[in-house]
């Protein structure tokens, strides 16, 4: 996107800051760091982006695998929480104040967990299966305003969060 004129936004949390500026500032870009699950962390977003935005892409996520008879409700939580629910209240945000700009997209980035589940990570497949019901609900929305609202299911992904597991053959 950058490559083709785009101003690129990233955005990461504070303990990653100087990797997302690496990042940013690589490709002309410039970062927000923030938690996506404050609480003021809509607002915040929608005031960096407040001259509007063409695309925005959900790619938060985290795994915090266990099997559901041993997770911890606040695991559970902590994972919708990254994983779907800040994708809802930020999309919230920056459709409420019609920051979103004319043709303009959305891209939930949910997973292959998400659409057949896996072996250990109920609550990662269920938030990512989230992701697309989300997006199928907001899709008419979207549509009336001349906008698009997709998900994507990827594979697994090789990164620095799937490093400690086993890399599927």
């Not at 700009?101 to 997973?111: K, L, P, Q, Y």
């Not at 250990?120 to 269920?126: H, V």
Request: hydrophobic share 45%; net charge negative.
């Amino acid at each position: 996107l950058a490559r083709d004129g785009a101003e690129v936004v990233g955005l990461d949390i504070p303990p990653m800051a100087a990797d997302l500026k690496a990042v940013t500032d690589a490709i002309g870009g410039r970062s927000i760091e923030l938690d996506i699950t404050a609480e003021n962390a809509p607002e915040k977003i929608a005031a960096e982006l407040s001259s509007g935005v063409d695309v925005v892409v959900h790619n938060a996520g985290v795994t915090k695998d266990r099997t559901i008879a041993k997770m911890p409700e606040e695991r559970w939580a902590q994972l919708m929480e990254i994983n779907l629910s800040s994708e809802e209240r930020i999309n919230e945000a920056l459709l409420g104040k019609k920051l979103l700009n004319a043709n303009g997209r959305i891209v939930g980035v949910s997973s292959m967990a998400g659409i057949a589940g896996n072996n250990g990570q109920t609550n990662y497949a269920a938030s990512k299966a989230g992701v697309i019901g989300m997006v199928e609900a907001m899709a008419p929305e979207l549509a009336k305003r001349k906008a698009t609202i997709n998900a994507v299911a990827p594979r697994f992904i090789g990164t620095q969060m799937t490093a400690p597991m086993p890399f599927p053959a």
